[in-house]
């Protein structure tokens, strides 16, 4: 494992803290994920519930229901699928899972390339910016990731060529990522999540920090 | 991540081969080889759970089955 120094923002501090980037998924993370997210995502519906909101909400969190040791038991040993986990004061604060060999590139200009796919990409629950939740204690979790997945895919010889289905709720930061929404297909996801990739440009724009 | 290094000895077909598939994929010979590394250590896991592999035609949807023996 390669532990890599990041940043993210303190919001009650209003400074940034350093913080770990780690090229893998461990035991660590997936206990954090079961003893720490999953009683803070329980609360926080339980807020939801209480609030009159029901799964059917928009404001419902859509990756409730994610198994994160299910998900790393899936492609554990396998040479195209890596996680990524971003650690702060000793507590996971976000989690990604790519794909680097299975997907390939649907825009016109790169159609047929190799990419990195990000299979799941969350955050710890505590730093959500969602209707009905505390104040992110963390900020710029799923920026350090997604840096993290453009950034290997540069490695890999990719070129900052990425590509995802996000949940509804993610859209609006993948489109300031500078993506391109390419929509929904009936026969994935039941049509209800749209892909988006990134290009070269893209990616070379977000790594030299050119957000929209 | 440490890493080792190893000499391949390819004949002319398969360096024929190497090569256009780097000119198409926009990929140097050892990214190919990465993931093609990948793809069968992915394939043969997954056919040794039971798993078929199958080619499917995106405009007809006829599925073909890849025997691997």
Same mark, same amino acid.
């Given at each position: 494992? %390669? ?10 501090? &209003? ?6 980037? +780690?090229d893998e998924i ?15 995502v ?6 939801l519930v ?14 409730w ?8 038991n899936?492609? !554990?040993?396998?040479?195209? +699928?890596? &996680?990524?986990?971003?650690?702060? !004061?000793d507590? %996971? ?10 997907r ?11 990419l990195?796919y990000?299979?799941?990409?969350e ?6 910016r ?12 799923g920026?350090v990731?997604? +840096?993290?997945?453009?950034t290997?895919?540069?490695e890999?010889g990719f ?12 859209i ?5 990522c ?16 749209p ?17 929209k | 991540?440490s ?23 926009d990929? $140097? ?23 078929k592999?199958?080619?499917?035609d ?5 599925? $073909?089955e890849?025997?691997?023996?």
């Open positions: 494992m %390669t532990a890599y120094q990041v940043h993210l923002f303190d919001a009650a501090a &209003g400074a940034m803290v350093e913080a770990e980037l +780690h461990a035991e660590k993370q997936l206990i954090d994920w079961q003893f720490q997210w999953r009683p803070a329980q609360t926080y519906m339980k807020r209480d609030n009159g909101i029901g799964p059917a909400d928009t404001a419902w969190p859509q990756s229901h994610w198994d994160w040791r299910g998900k790393m899936e492609v !554990r040993g396998l040479l195209g +699928h890596i &996680g990524y986990s971003v650690v702060c !004061r507590v %996971t604060q976000g989690m990604m899972r790519l794909d680097l060999a299975s390939r590139a649907r825009l016109d200009s790169q159609a047929g390339q190799d990195v990000v299979d799941y990409l955050v710890a629950p505590w730093n959500w969602e209707p009905y939740a505390d104040a992110p204690i963390y900020r710029l979790v920026p990731l997604m +840096h993290a997945a453009i290997r895919s540069v890999e070129k900052g060529r990425l590509g995802l289905h996000s949940l509804p709720q993610a609006p930061f993948y489109e300031r500078g993506f391109t929404n390419l929509g929904t297909r009936p026969d994935e996801y039941e049509g209800k999540l892909y988006f990739e990134s290009t070269p440009g893209a990616a070379e724009a977000y790594l030299k920090g050119e957000l | 991540m890493k080792r290094t190893m000499t391949l000895n390819l004949t002319d077909a398969e360096m024929g081969v190497l090569e256009n598939l780097c000119a198409k994929k990929l $140097s010979k050892i990214g190919v080889i990465r993931q093609a590394l990948r793809l069968y250590q992915m394939v043969d896991v997954r056919l040794e759970r039971g798993d592999l199958f080619f499917e995106d405009k007809t949807k006829d599925k $073909s890849v025997m691997m023996l």
